[in-house]
């Protein structure tokens, strides 16, 4: 079997990694709740993810991850270590409970393999020059940012549902908060 196929075979096995990785968070929630069976939910995710690929052009994340190296170090090697990589950590996190997004695993796969690359073929140079340093940086801060941004969103939902007669005191909390993030 050439690498090629390899390839394309470690990227539909990824695919199905992703899959029943992400399942939990699509419909163990509706499904823990009872408001529907799994076998329910399932038919119920799959035939929205199938209508959302026609519905949505936009491919952002395909287009993120098939960006963040620049071309010149994209090899065969380095996406079957991107792949190797993102799948291993998948697995990781799925055995363990971790919850972990497979885009952002494969975009730091990717990025890893390509300065890995970069480095042993051309020597040093600097990393900007090797991965989109500010599309990385973004995910990486958005990784640790957003349970904070959770936390903060519902504990001011919590708020206001537990307080039913506060909103106008809810509404000033809010349009202070958001006030002071401009100075």
Known sequence: MSFILIIIVLALLFDYINGFH?????IATI??????????AV???????????????DHAVANTIGKTVQKE????PVIFAGLIA??????LTWW?????????????????????????????????EIVEVDKVLKIFL???LAPFVGMIISIVFTFITIHRNTWIKSILFAV????LNFY
């Open 96 to 128: 363990f409970g971790i919850p972990s997004s497979s885009s952002h695993t494969l975009i730091g796969g990717f990025a890893g393999a390509g300065i890995t690359h970069a480095l042993l073929s051309k020597g040093m140079m600097p990393i900007s």
């Open 43 to 57: 038919l119920w995710a799959a035939f929205f993810n199938f209508i959302a690929f026609y519905i949505f052009k």
């Open 142 to 144: 958005f990784i640790f």
């Open 22 to 26: 992400d399942a939990a968070n699509s």
């Open 31 to 40: 499904v823990s709740t009872k408001v529907l069976t799994p076998f329910q």
């Open 176 to 179: 202070i908060a958001i006030g």
């Open 86 to 91: 993102a799948i291993f950590w998948n697995l």
């Open 73 to 76: 170090f994209i090899t065969l």
